[in-house]
T-cell receptor, first 112, second 116 residues
Framework: ETGVTQTPRHLVMGMTNKKSLKCEQH?????MYWYKQSAKKPLELMFV???????ENNSVPSRFSPECPNSSHLFLHLHTLQPEDSALYLC???????????FGPGTRLTVT | AQTVTQSQPEMSVQEAETVTLSCTYD???????LFWYKQPPSRQMILVIRQEAYKQQNATENRFSVNFQKAAKSFSLKISDSQLGDAAMYFCAYRSSGGGADGLTFGKGTHLIIQP
């Protein structure tokens, strides 16, 4: 695997379900990010991790819970989501705080 | 807070022609980074080009070049010799060079259509 990978690519879940999104970067980067892309809205930054430490939580509801066990892996745990949470969730990584970010292919989430 | 504005929701260009996508941004910072990303139908976000604000020279990557006007806070992307594979959503993005959030601030995007 190369670059940034995300699993699953598609996820349908009910409002009472608990699921997790996984991101893995194979680039040796030390910073990882979660973004949300909704229809007709700009990409929204959700969380930032730098050297496994969360450095940014962009006022995200607590039903989204990130986890970064090491510099290569990032998870987004989901529980009791709302239909408006349906979106494309993109993971990205970068080397250092000042470099461009490389994105994964995204997870298309549908909440029913 | 920084904002990024892309005023063209959609642009269309004939294959082999040149097209320019507009982007303006608002910031009080003097040092920052600007990027153009491409998102084809596969949804994979691909970096096209980057520009450091402290560099006066405009960045160029093959058929892609930017016109960076720092005083005007403008950062347009020029695509020369347009190809069918250039069809995609193009996003302009801003990143602070230090302090504050490390994430990117994106515009709403421009949908580029290439006419064969």
């Amino acid at each position: 695997e190369t670059g940034v990978t995300q699993t699953p690519r598609h996820l349908v879940m009910g409002m009472t379900n608990k699921k997790s999104l996984k991101c893995e970067q194979h680039l040796g980067h030390n910073a990882m990010y979660w973004y949300k892309q909704s229809a007709k809205k700009p990409l929204e930054l959700m969380f930032v991790y730098n050297f496994k430490e969360q450095t940014e939580n962009n006022s995200v509801p607590s039903r989204f819970s990130p986890e970064c066990p090491n510099s290569s892996h990032l998870f987004l745990h989901l529980h009791t989501l709302q239909p408006e949470d349906s979106a494309l969730y993109l993971c990205a990584s970068s080397q250092g705080r000042l470099a461009e970010q490389y994105f994964g292919p995204g997870t298309r989430l549908t909440v029913t | 807070a920084q904002t990024v504005t892309q005023s063209q929701p959609e642009m269309s260009v004939q294959e082999a022609e040149t097209v320019t996508l507009s982007c303006t941004y608002d910031t009080s910072e003097s040092d920052y980074y600007l990027f153009w990303y491409k998102q084809p139908p596969s949804r994979q976000m691909i970096l096209v080009i980057r520009q450091e604000a402290y560099k006066q020279q405009n960045a160029t990557e093959n058929r892609f070049s930017v016109n960076f006007q720092k005083a005007a806070k403008s950062f347009s992307l020029k695509i020369s010799d347009s190809q069918l594979g250039d069809a995609a959503m193009y996003f302009c993005a801003y990143r602070s060079s230090g302090g504050g959030a490390d994430g990117l601030t994106f515009g709403k995007g421009t949908h580029l259509i290439i006419q064969p």
